[in-house]
C-alpha cells in the first residue's frame, strides 16, 4: 500500500490557525505546557454498543426513531403483520426486528449486518473524544507539487494530509470531502476521468477543455498579473442541503486545486442553509441579505473566506433565480447537482418523476445555457433511476448530449448512510456520477445549392 511507504512525512501547515509564540521582557518566554488533553470517553476497542445503551443520547434517540418509523421485515414479508422494529441485532446494535424470534427467522441478515456494524463503530468512534487527526486539512497547494487523483489513497497523500493509517479515518474523511473533491476532480487537467478509461466522452472533453482554460491559466509576472485580474469561474450547485452548510476550510481545499483562479460558488435550494445574522472575522466575512435587499430577491448569504473563494447560497428554487444569474458562458460556468432525485415520484401525482415536476423548468433553463452540468447519486439504482428519467421525459429527452457516462463517483464518500425508515437500506453519499449538457447543433452549408 502506498500509506505503508511513505518513511518522511509530506504534512504541511494546516488549514487551521494555530497558536504563535509569545514574546517576554527579555525575549521568548518559555513555552508554557498544555493543559492534557481529556482521556477518550472510548477506546478504539470499545466502539460497538447497542444503540439503546450507548453512551452518548444522540444515538439513544437514533435508536427511538428507528423503533416508531421502521417495520420488521420477517413480520412483514413472512406474516403479513405490520409491526414496528424493537429487537436489536446483537451483531450490529441497531434495531432491526421485531423479537428475537423474528431475527432469528432472518436468512438475509446477514446482507446487512456487516455494514450496519461498520456504521455502528464509525459513529460512536466521531463522538469517542480521540483526536480526530485525520480532519486536520493542509492548506496551500505548492505550485511545484502535483496532486494525484486517482484514488482517496494517492489524493490524500499527494495533497499533503497527515497519514492516514486506518479505514475508519479514510471513511471519516472522505464524507467530509466528498462534495468539495466531487467537483474539484471533475473540472481538475489531473481527473481520473479519461477518454482512455470510457468515462468522458468527446463532447465531455470539448466542454471540460473550455472550462479548464479558465481554471488552470499560464503562470503570469506579478504585473501582468495585477494589469489583469482573472475572471471567477462559477460553480452553481443545485438543490443544496447539508453541501450549502460545510465550514470554510471545508471548503478551501477545492480552492487549493486551483490556486490561480477565484471561484465563486452558488448554493441553490429551498433547502440551503442560511445563518440568522451577518458576522465577520479576522478571515472572513458573513454577510445576511433578505429578499428585500438581496440583488437576486430571495434570501441570501454571501461568505468571503479567501481573496479566490467566494460562497453564495440562494434559499430559493433554481427557476426563481435562474435568470438573475445570467448571462452564461460555457468557459467560466457551470453546474452541479448532488442526489437532485430526478428519477424519484413525484410527491403529488406519484405517476410523473420529479424530473417531471419540481425540475423540469430549471433543467430546461440549464440545457438552453450549454453549460455543462455534473450529478450524483447515492446508490447504482438511484443513478439508474435519475437516467432513465433524463431520457424519458418530455422536453428533456433528445435536448442534452452525454458528457460522462454514468457510473462510480471515484471520490464518493465512503461511509455508510442507514436510513431510518428501514435499516437495511444503506447508500454511500455521492456514490455515483454522470454528466450532460444541453445539446449543440452545428450549422452545415449545403454545398448543392
Known sequence: MLRSTRIISRARPSASPTATATRSLFGFSKKQPQPAAPPPTLSQDDLFHPLSQSPFPEMRAKSERIKALAYCPVSLQKYNEKVHVAFECPDCGYPTHASEERWAEDEEKGRYWPRLRE???????????????????????????????????????????????????????????????????????????????????????????????ALHPPQLTSEVAAS??????????????????????????????FPRTPLHLYFVGPEAHIPTSSSRTPTSISKVQSAEESPYGVPTHTRTD???????????????????????????????????????????????????????????????????????????ADVERDVVALDRSEGIKGEFDWLLTPGENVFGSEKWEVAEFDPRVAVKTNWGLYGIRGKRYEVRHDETQ
Open 119 to 213: 456504521a455502528n463503530e464509525d459513529e460512536h468512534d466521531l463522538r469517542s473524544g480521540r483526536e480526530m487527526t485525520e480532519f486536520k486539512l493542509p492548506g496551500d497547494q505548492p505550485y511545484e507539487e502535483a496532486v494525484s487523483m486517482g484514488n482517496w489513497d494517492v489524493f490524500l497523500y499527494t495533497r499533503g494530509f497527515d497519514s492516514i493509517d486506518t479505514e475508519r479515518a479514510r471513511r471519516h474523511v472522505s464524507k467530509l470531502l466528498t462534495y468539495p473533491l466531487t467537483i474539484g476532480t471533475v473540472l481538475h487537467e489531473n481527473s481520473p476521468y479519461t477518454l482512455r478509461n470510457q468515462r468522458l466522452l468527446p463532447e465531455g472533453l470539448r466542454s471540460l477543455v473550455a472550462l479548464r482554460q
Open 228 to 257: 489583469r485580474p482573472p475572471t471567477p469561474v462559477r460553480i452553481i450547485i443545485l438543490g443544496a442541503r447539508a453541501e450549502s452548510s460545510l465550514p470554510s476550510h471545508v471548503m478551501l481545499q477545492l480552492s487549493a486545486l
Open 306 to 380: 479567501s481573496d479566490n473563494l467566494i460562497l453564495t447560497t440562494l434559499k430559493a428554487n433554481y427557476s426563481e433565480i435562474h435568470d438573475s444569474l445570467g448571462p452564461f458562458d460555457p468557459y467560466l460556468d457551470v453546474f452541479f447537482a448532488f442526489s437532485p432525485g430526478f428519477g424519484f415520484p413525484c410527491e403529488t401525482d406519484a405517476s410523473i418523476t420529479q424530473l417531471e415536476s419540481n425540475w423540469l423548468e430549471s433543467i430546461r433553463n440549464i440545457l438552453e445555457t450549454k453549460c455543462a452540468m455534473f450529478c450524483t447519486g447515492f446508490s447504482p
